[in-house]
T-cell receptor
């Protein structure tokens, strides 16, 4: 079975802190994705990566950056956390191809105070 | 651009009732279509998918048929259970060289005994 793991289920941070969210997949997938999920808005794509050291902006990249130094790991970075970044963050991975399934991690619920 | 529209929730049903959750899409080309399910406190899981017109995806008693003429991918189940209570997301993946998913806003299903 594909497994996507995220470093934390719950995080509480203060405004202005630098926050790292880690995601690891064990199926040698080329693609990795970071989404945020908010009530009434569904899932919105923040960043994605289709190869090591490659990244592309999604629909809402402002306030975020990412790092992909190894194929299995994709990190989301909040350089200076703000209260409007309180959300559920979901990581996903997939093989390349239009018919391939994205597999999701369990999510990290982040609260910024 | 491409988009997915889902019916507003919550959908509230009694156990053993028939379920339909509507999903329509706008896309150029020939997208693949997906239904994901999110149980409380968890990430998203693939429920079913269809990759070309007239395909029927099915899993766990759920079905959806890819209807190109009506640009729809409605989710159905003949007899729901309390354990089906969750949020359901319709999504499309564009044909071509992108592997991004575009999600609907999700529909919450509540099943009562």
């Amino acid at each position: 079975d594909v497994k996507v793991t995220q470093s934390s289920r719950y995080l509480v941070k203060r405004t202005g802190e630098k926050v790292f969210l880690e995601c690891v997949q064990d199926m040698d997938h080329e693609n990795m994705f970071w989404y945020r999920q908010d009530p009434g808005l569904g899932l919105r794509l923040i960043y994605f990566s289709y190869d090591v050291k490659m990244k592309e902006k999604g629909d809402i990249p402002e306030g975020y950056s990412v790092s992909r130094e190894k194929k299995e790991r994709f990190s989301l970075i909040l350089e200076s956390a703000s209260t409007n970044q309180t959300s559920m963050y979901l990581c996903a991975s997939s093989k390349q191809g239009a018919r391939e399934t994205q597999y999701f991690g369990p999510g990290t619920r982040l609260l910024v105070l | 651009g491409d988009s997915v529209t889902q019916m507003e929730g919550p959908v509230t049903l009694s156990e053993e009732a028939f379920l339909t959750i509507n999903c329509t899409y706008t896309a150029t080309g020939y997208p693949s279509l997906f239904w994901y399910v999110q149980y409380p406190g968890e990430g998203l899981q693939l429920l079913l998918k269809a990759t070309k017109a007239d395909d029927k995806g099915s899993n766990k008693g759920f079905e959806a048929t890819y209807r190109k003429e009506t640009t729809s991918f409605h989710l159905e189940k003949g007899s729901v259970q309390v354990s089906d209570s969750a949020v359901y997301f319709c999504a499309l993946k564009e044909s071509g060289n992108t592997d991004k998913l575009i999600f609907g806003t999700g529909t919450r299903l509540q099943v009562f005994p």
